[in-house]
Structures are given as C-alpha cells and as structure tokens.
C-alpha cells in the first residue's frame, strides 16, 4: 500500500497530540508512526489514498482542544512496511518552527482525582496529565519531551511508566507525569533558612495554621513564588505591605471556590468563564461594600470598588486551600522594584526580608511568569489585557501576512517591557517582564530573550526599537545588533501603539483610512516633545499625524509621572481658578519654588492624557502624590464608574474642549471645565463621570473632522473600562471601532507593534511618513 507523510504545525507539543494520533490511527486499522520534532508532529501511514484522505482530514478537525493547528500537509513518499502504529522518540535538529505551549490550570480530571482517597495521587500537590500543568515554564529546550524540561530529574516510578506506556490511560505520553512514588518534593523554611518539614500532609496543616496565625507565606507556584496572608487579617495584610514596600498597590486575592467568591463579588459569566479557563488569570471584579468572607478590602484594595481574583490554578494552591477555605491574599513575590522570585535559593536569601515562612519545590522553573491579569469593561463585557503573562505567553496569532524566511526581533518599551520574536512565521509574543528601571529587572529581561533565542536556535537578521534612546530595551537592541552586525529599525512609540492594534485585526492592508486614537503616559515623539494623547491617520501603508492633545509644560520630567498635584498645576497653567483649588496642595515653599519655575520658556511638553487623568484625579480624588504607576487614573476610574452605576451611560453634558482654530484637543478647556464644576459645587463623582465622557466626544469630534469611519484606540490609558463602556455606547452607532484582544493596550503591545511598523515600512519605499 502507498505510504504518506504527514506534517502538523502549530500548539502541537504538550497537548496530548502524539496520544490523539495513536488512538485515530488505531482506531482506523493503520500502521506507521508519530513523532515530535522541533518543527512540529510528523506522521506516516500505511493506507489506501482514500484511507489517507479520511485519516488526513479527521486528524485536523478533530484536534485536542489545547492545540492551534496553523499549518498541515500530507505527500505521499516512498513506499515503506510497518508492522503496527507506534509513538516513536522524538528528533532534535532542523528549524525550530513550532509555537510554544503556554502553562495550563489543572483541569477537571485531576482536580476529581486529588481529594479521592482511593486514588494513589490522593493529596498529590502535583498531579498532572496530557490536559493540564506546566508547559512553557519547564522547557530547556525543543522539541518537547520529558528529558528536555525541568523534569528530567524525576524518574517515573514503574506505575507511572506504565501510565505513559498505555495509550488508553489519560497519562499516555504525559511528560509531566508524577505520583507520590516519585514525586516532586515540597519543603517548608523559615525565613532563617532552618527546614520545618519535608512531609506533605504536616506542610499542608502547618501553613494552615500559620496564615491563622497571621503569618505571611512565600510559596513556590508555576512561573514563580506567591507572597500569601490571610486576606481577612486586616494586619497581616498592611505588614505585607509594610515589608514588600507597597503602600497601595491592589493585592491579588485567590479565593477556594467560586461559590464563596460570588458572595463577596459580582461574578458575571464571562468572568467566571476566564476564572475556569486553561490560562486561569486574575480577573477585576466589582466589589460587595461588606464581603461576608470578611476580607480585609480597605488594607487589600485601598480606596478602589473592585478586587483582582483567581482560583486555584495549580493542585497545591487547590490542597492549601481545601485545608484553608478562605481567600488569601496572592500577590507576585518579589522585592519592590525586582522581578519575580523563582529559584529556591534566590528566594530563601531576598524573600526572607518579607515572609516568615517560605514553602518550596524541587522542580526547577526554566522560565518565570507572573499571573495575567485581565478585566471586563462592566456594560458591554469588552476583555482588556492588563498583564498577559501565564497561560497567554508566548503563544500570539495575528491575522497578518506570514514571514517565513525573516528572524526578528523587537525589544519593546520600558516601562511594560515584553519583547516579540518573529521566526519561521510564527510570532512569539513574551510575557510581561516589568519595568526596566533596575538592574535585576533588566538582567531578567535580557536572560529571557537569549532564552527563548536559543530555544529556536535562531539569531535575528533584524532587529527593532522604540526611538527614545534612554530606554534599556533601546539600548539592548543596539547592544545586540553590534555583536551580530545586524540592522536596527527604530519606530515612534504611539506608532507602534496603533501598528499593534493594525497587526491583531488584520488591518495592515486595510482599504480605508483609519484613525488611531492612542492615549497614553508618555513616549518620545518625533519632534522631541512627550507625546502621549495622539490621533494618527492610517492609510495606503503611510501614518499620519493627524491631531492631538494641546502641548502643556513638562519642564518637570519624571517627577509630574509620580505627583498628580504637578500634573494638575501643569495642565491648569494660567487659569484664574485655579489656584484656589492647587496651592493648599503645596507647602508654601513649594508653591513658590514651582510659581519660578513655570515662570520660565518651558523647553519640553507633553500632549499626555495619562498626565491629563492625572491632573483630573488630583482635583477630584486628592491623590497628589502616587506609589504606583496609574494609581490616580484608577481612583478617578472608580469615582467615575460609582456615577454611572447609578445613572447610567446616558449623558448629554460634556466639557468643550476642541479648539476649532487647529482640531487639538484643548487640555486646559478640560481643565477649566473641572474648576468650574468645582466652583459651583458638583458631585466629584458626576464631575469624573463628565470628563470621561468629555474625552469620548473628543475622540468623535476629531473622528469626524477626519472623515474617517474606522477608529482604533490603544495606549494605556484605555485600560480604563469606563472609557471603553462609552466609546461603545456613545460611538458604536457611527463607527466600526478596534480594541486589542489578545495583548494589553499598555506599553506591553508596543513589541508586536514594532514589527507591524517593520512589516508597514516594507510596503513603502522610504518608510513610514511621520508627520509631527
């Protein structure tokens, strides 16, 4: 009989694939292999042409539900004769052309089996099988096997391996595969490095009565450690705060099970959908005012009306939690300013300052990741990425022309660093690394990218950056083309913004003119200005600047980003009421000290609306001085949406704040506006309200002095979901409008939007036309 060959290509490893493949192949009476390569799942058959054609076309459409399939083919090849269907060991070598399998929560099967007493994986924190556990933090190297991950030290016990051998088990070929009989080891320390226990049952109870006790618990999870509390003791809580150095910042909570969850929060079924999903992120939810679990809300999430949640993604976090069945507080555990913890060692020497207690495992994670974090805006449900991290990276699948015989790299931004790799036509998107304001997370950062170069083998023949020289990824890019002799493109930031949002709808040809409204905190424009509240015209491969917030003074740098009260004196410069509300902000001295300085020929400027929100929630909040970046944009948020939960989205007056002489954006009419609400007494909750919706007219009124009926919005300011719930009701009638779906609109997108802008530069001769 004739023989064919058969190539699958895509989020094929890791998924059960290979099992999938024995089990149709079986089933249809056909001899031959299966195998893993670094290229993909290759198979051949023995069969009739119609058998092979039934065979072929079944495989693809019947799938494991874990894989993507991005390419397939079947050739018939010479003639060969076997004797049965095997799985046979997997090749290394050849191009590496494979997307990589992200980390998957336990799936129903496992988490049936974990509590069943006659089960031999009975109370097992790390019970996994084909559907479920780690992936992309495991792997050394490709293609996917056991012997290539952080697995390999653990030998399967006889009864595992007959698991993996059998193809009837759900375990058959499961490479992480493990049982109390060869286990995984967990081992509870204090935080001067003495071992508590090693035993499983006495660690699970003991921490139990720790977090009773107050105590804060550092535990190793998938991607990395989690600093834990108990999330209704109020002062374990801000003593977590105190030692992490995070005055503000919302914790993370992980709750048992959605059933006590949905009696502290508003639980809609797209969230509880994303709750129970394979990726399992956090997600933000609205609020009870008194949650009957009794969290400590005001020490958790000071001054906000929502909570970020999750559940139990991993089996120990399941089993810790049946003994506690509580919430918890499960925040990223690392020192203020460093990345997340994930080596034993480096955890038991800088975690200690912060946990009294550190719970650890032996299985080494080859690649750290936070938790993703995402929200639904609360009217119209709209997804929004705040972190794309465990469970999403590195795994991204635009809609854009493939670009097979290109290796490129791009580095991003700074302050919401990822970096994108496009190689063999695949695009791989890294999870978020942070803010490159420090050497570890700078060192992070670096490790992360030759990491998954050296994954694919592959050195990128190109690489691109964002424009500001000042940026560590800039530099890194620089650094690393010099050692290879390679080319560097760099791109505008916003620009690489809008290209993001082009690249993930498909937009790049697109046959009509777009507008991108990218509103952000800041990115070096072309003039040599801050530019940050920004609408450009796509068309016909070239951008366009086509408006934008009116300049105001930035003389201060860096500092306004911290002290919202500097944006406000900024923004509101020259404004006769202004003072009344500003100067009690001041001491006296500083007063003074600032009334000089604005007093001088400004030499830099910002058209930032992450500046201008600033500035808003400085007169409405009284937030003044920031911990964290946001912070003041997210109170207005909520100040905002406290308004509109009772009155709805329906609302008529706006500030005008166009100025019809050029089409800007006027910042000090916005202002203005503000103070005179003030003046005459306005709720501050209408008031907020009122401002959001002031920006969304905004956006219509240039639109349509544009001419334009596609609108795509990106930047970090539309994390903001009330913006989001307003633009749909007030503009959705008129115009067909872009949100990312698959990566955050912050400054995480920029590295997927700089190879859109490299792609868009390709089109043209000279490049994209900026024009300031």
């Known amino acids: 009989m004739p023989t064919y060959h058969i190539h699958i290509e895509g989020q094929v490893q890791g998924v059960g694939f290979r099992p999938y493949v024995y089990r149709m192949a079986t089933e249809a009476g056909l001899s031959g292999w299966v195998s893993n390569t670094n290229d993909g799942v290759h198979i051949e058959i023995e069969a009739s042409p119609e058998e092979a054609d039934i065979f072929y076309h079944s495989l693809v459409a019947k799938a494991p539900i874990m894989s993507l399939i991005l390419r397939h083919s079947i050739q018939e090849v010479e003639e060969k004769e076997f004797q049965s269907f095997q799985i046979v060991d997997s090749r290394e070598g050849g191009e590496a052309r494979l997307l990589m399998t992200p980390d998957f929560a336990m799936c129903d099967d496992c988490r049936r089996e974990l509590p069943q007493e006659n089960n031999r994986r009975y109370g097992y924190p790390f019970i996994t099988c084909t559907n479920c556990g780690p992936r992309f933090s495991i792997i050394r190297r490709l293609p996917y096997d056991r012997e290539r991950t952080t697995m390999a030290p653990f030998v399967m016990c006889p009864d595992c391996r007959s698991e993996y051998d059998n193809p009837l088990d759900r375990r058959y070929y499961s490479q992480t595969n493990s049982c109390p009989a060869c286990s995984i080891q967990l081992a509870l320390y204090t935080k001067d490095k003495t071992l508590v226990s090693s035993d499983t049952g006495f660690i699970l109870q003991r921490i139990s009565r720790l977090w009773e006790e107050g105590k804060i618990i550092a535990v190793k999870g998938i991607g990395g450690f989690l600093l834990t509390c108990d999330a209704a003791n109020a002062a374990a809580v801000e003593e977590l705060r105190r030692r992490k150095n995070r005055p503000a910042k919302p914790f993370a909570l992980m709750y048992p099970d959605t059933e006590t969850l949905r009696q502290d929060a508003r639980l809609a079924p797209e969230a509880e959908k994303l709750l129970h999903s394979p990726a399992a992120p956090i997600v933000l939810l609205p609020v009870e005012e008194a949650p009957p679990s009794g969290i400590a809300l005001e020490p958790i999430a000071p001054g906000l009306g929502q909570i970020g949640v999750m559940l139990p993604y991993a089996p120990l976090y399941e089993l810790l939690l049946r003994y506690f069945p509580r919430p918890i507080v499960a925040t ?118 030759h990491h998954l170069l050296s994954l694919f083998e592959v050195q990128p023949g190109i690489i691109v950056a964002d424009k500001h020289p000042g940026y560590f990824s800039t530099q890194l890019a620089h650094e690393m083309a010099k050692k290879w002799n390679i080319p560097v493109f760099s791109y505008q930031h916003h620009i690489a913004h809008f290209a993001a949002l082009l690249g993930e709808h498909g937009l790049l040809q697109a046959g009509a003119p777009i507008l991108g409204i990218v509103w952000d905190g800041l990115g070096l424009g072309d003039d040599g200005q801050i530019w940050g509240g920004e609408f450009f015209i796509y068309d016909n491969y070239a951008f366009r600047r086509f408006s934008q917030f009116e300049y105001f003074n930035y003389s201060l740098g860096d500092k306004i980003a911290r002290e919202p009260r500097l944006s406000a004196l900024m923004a509101a410069q020259g404004l006769e009421k202004a003072e009344k509300w500003l100067r009690p902000k001041f001491s006296k001295t500083e007063w003074k000290v600032y009334q000089q300085l604005m007093e001088r020929e400004p030499t830099i400027h910002t058209s930032s609306a992450g500046r201008l929100f600033d500035a808003a929630a400085s007169l409405l909040t009284g937030r003044d001085i920031c911990t964290f970046e946001g912070e003041a944009a997210m109170l207005l948020e909520q100040l905002a949406q406290r308004y509109c939960r009772k009155n709805g989205l329906d609302m008529e007056n706006h500030y005008p704040c166009i100025n019809e002489e050029n089409g800007q954006v006027s910042s000090s009419s916005l202002m203005n506006g503000i103070l005179e609400s003030l003046a005459r007494g306005e709720e501050r909750e209408a008031i907020a309200a009122r401002f959001h919706f002031s920006l969304v007219k905004a956006a219509e009124a240039v639109a349509c002095r544009a001419g334009v009926q596609k609108l795509a919005f990106s930047g970090g300011v539309f994390q903001n979901s009330l913006l989001i719930d307003l633009a749909h009701h007030h503009l959705g009638a008129q115009y067909e409008m872009f949100f990312h779906r698959h990566l955050s609109p912050n400054d995480e997108s920029v590295s997927f939007g700089q190879l859109m802008c490299y792609f868009i530069q390709k089109e043209q001769a000279k490049g994209p036309q900026y024009s300031p």
């Open 332 to 449: 990223s555990g690392n020192v203020s300013g460093a990345p997340i913890c994930y080596e034993n060692e480096e955890a038991l020497n800088s975690l200690s300052a912060i946990a009294d207690y550190l719970l650890l495992n032996n299985r080494d994670i080859a690649t750290p990741q936070d938790d993703s974090v995402i929200r639904l805006s609360p009217h119209y449900g709209v997804p929004v990425f705040l972190r794309r991290s465990r469970g999403y990276a590195p795994t991204l699948l635009p809609p854009v022309p493939s670009a097979e015989k290109e290796a490129v790299l791009a580095t991003g931004a700074e302050l919401k660093s990822t970096f994108t790799l496009l190689h063999a036509g695949n695009y791989y998107a890294s999870q978020y690394l942070g803010a490159l304001g420090t050497l570890e997370t700078q060192e992070r950062f670096r490790e992360t990218v």
